[in-house]
């Protein structure tokens, strides 16, 4: 009965192949968010999404398309990978909606671009 | 533009000792702290939180303290024990609803046995 489930949890790929990640949270969550672990361990924001809808895209580049079809899924598109995309990407969920609550993650996926 | 910052990459502390873990940040605005402890290959998982309001928070071995003048927040963990041994991060949100959790660098924690 795992919260927040990623798949896959590793990812190896070329440059410039296209590839997606998936998220599911069954915790009934209306919020949920895509973040970014890089090499220097910094967990950076990338998306968020409320109720299905785009709160946040915090200047990533348009490579990335995220893509929520239910508030209990958020997937994340990436195009014409490049080596910088190597990192952690952690998808995690919260409920928002006047009170502060904690973001509950998913074990994350590593992405490998070689 | 780092809002929070942990400034000591690593900490170790022996068994049973109190491990202290600290956290700064920038921006005023945040209301809502959060510490969440990681293993490797799992995502963070949530230990603990503190609003504005407060100045201390406790749960079993874990208390917060928040500092607002300071803009400082430390997470004590008593006693410490070897399982604790992970990378602790403080995150910070402004009011509810801004969907944004800006994180630190963490800490690495080694508990010796």
């Known amino acids: 009965d795992t919260a927040v489930s990623q798949t896959p949890k590793y990812l190896v790929t070329q440059m410039g192949n296209d590839k997606s990640i998936k998220c599911e949270q069954n915790?009934?969550?209306?919020?949920m968010y895509w973040y970014k672990q890089d090499s220097k361990k910094f967990l950076k924001i990338m998306f968020s999404?409320?109720?299905?809808?785009?709160?946040i895209n915090e200047t990533v580049p348009n490579r990335f398309s995220p893509k929520s079809p239910d508030k209990a899924h958020l997937n994340l598109h990436i195009n014409s990978l490049e080596l910088g995309d190597s990192a952690v990407y952690f998808c995690?969920?919260?409920?928002?909606?006047?009170?502060?609550?904690?973001?509950?993650f998913g074990n994350g996926t590593r992405l490998t671009v070689t | 533009d780092q809002q929070v910052k942990q400034n000591s990459p690593s900490l170790s502390v022996q068994e049973g000792r109190i491990s202290i873990l600290n956290c700064d940040y920038t921006?005023?605005?945040?209301?809502?702290f959060l510490w969440y402890k990681k293993y490797p290959a799992e995502g963070p998982t949530f230990l603990i939180s503190?609003?504005?309001?407060?100045d201390k928070n406790e749960d079993g071995r874990f208390t917060v303290f928040l500092n607002k003048s300071a803009k400082h927040l430390s997470l004590h963990i008593v006693p410490s024990q070897p399982g604790d041994s992970a990378v602790y991060f403080c995150?910070?949100?402004?009011?509810?609803?801004?969907?944004?959790?800006?994180f630190g660098t963490g800490t690495r924690l080694k508990v010796l046995a």
């Open positions: 503190i609003s504005s309001i407060k």
């Open positions: 921006n005023s605005m945040f209301d809502y």
């Open positions: 995150a910070a949100s402004v009011r509810p609803g801004t969907y944004k959790y800006i």
């Open positions: 915790l009934g969550h209306d919020t």
């Open positions: 999404y409320n109720n299905k809808e785009l709160i």
């Open positions: 995690a969920s919260s409920q928002t909606g006047g009170q502060h609550s904690p973001l509950h």
